[in-house]
């Protein structure tokens, strides 16, 4: 089954250094890929996704996604973090044929000033 | 510009009780509604898609049921909740037609079973 995976549950990061934060997908059809922030009692904002074309997205609030598919990965990056980039961050894979949007696991993020 | 709505914010029902959230869409039509429910703050689990009026599809075997009695309100319903119906329910839509449009969500109900 097609599935996106984030092998971090948390990353820690000091407010100004680089952040990543790592989504892979299993190898399966068109990987139409998206990420999501959750702000704590709130829905999900769309940050950015790949269909394709160039492999370096630009999304909201600075960040930028970059769709690797030799290693199969679509790793959220923001050059320097800012406290209020503490949240819950989500990958997410949609299938072509298909309504199904399936998420990652989830991983918080946590910017300390 | 599009906004979705969902009511209540938060809620507190005992075991056995009937449930109902709402939730509607403004400034689209013919919107591809969904049902989410998120446990402990993280996995998304999909529990209802529509694509129309009257039309719905459950992922999972569950207590819940959905219906979409208006082009953009869709409902989350159920006779006798259990504990295990305790989450986070976020309803979100999409562009219909475009299969790799991203969803867009509400704020969720938050749902304490006693």
């Known amino acids: 089954a097609q599935s996106v995976a984030q092998p971090e549950d948390q990353v820690n990061v000091a407010e100004g250094n680089p952040l990543t934060v790592k989504c892979t997908y299993s190898?399966?059809?068109?990987?139409?890929l998206f990420w999501y922030v959750q702000y704590p009692n709130r829905g999900l904002q769309f940050l950015l996704k790949?269909?394709?074309?160039?492999?370096l997205v630009k999304g909201s609030y600075g960040f930028e996604a970059e769709f690797n598919k030799s290693q199969t990965s679509f790793h959220l990056k923001k050059p320097s973090a800012l406290v209020s980039d503490s949240a819950l961050y989500f990958c997410?894979?949609?299938?072509?044929?298909?309504?199904?949007?399936?998420f990652g696991g989830g991983t918080r993020v946590l910017v300390k000033p | 510009s599009q906004t979705i709505h969902q009511w209540p914010a938060t809620l507190v029902q005992p075991v056995g009780s009937p449930l109902s959230l709402e939730c509607t869409v403004e400034?689209?039509?013919?919107?591809?509604l969904y049902w989410y429910r998120q446990a402990a703050g993280r996995g998304l689990q999909l529990l209802f898609y529509?694509?129309?009026?009257?039309?719905i599809s459950s992922e999972v075997p569950q207590n819940l049921s959905a219906s979409r009695p208006q082009d953009r309100q869709f409902i989350l319903s159920s006779k006798k909740l259990l504990l295990s119906d305790s989450g986070f329910y976020l309803c979100?839509?999409?562009?219909?037609?475009?299969?790799?449009?991203?969803?867009?969500f509400g704020d969720g109900t938050r749902l304490s079973i006693l």
């Open positions: 790949y269909i394709t074309g160039d492999n």
């Open positions: 529509s694509v129309g009026i009257g039309q």
């Open positions: 979100a839509w999409s562009v219909q037609g475009a299969v790799v449009g991203e969803r867009h």
């Open positions: 190898v399966s059809g068109n990987p139409y």
């Open positions: 400034g689209t039509s013919n919107p591809n």
């Open positions: 997410a894979r949609v299938e072509a044929a298909g309504n199904k949007l399936t």
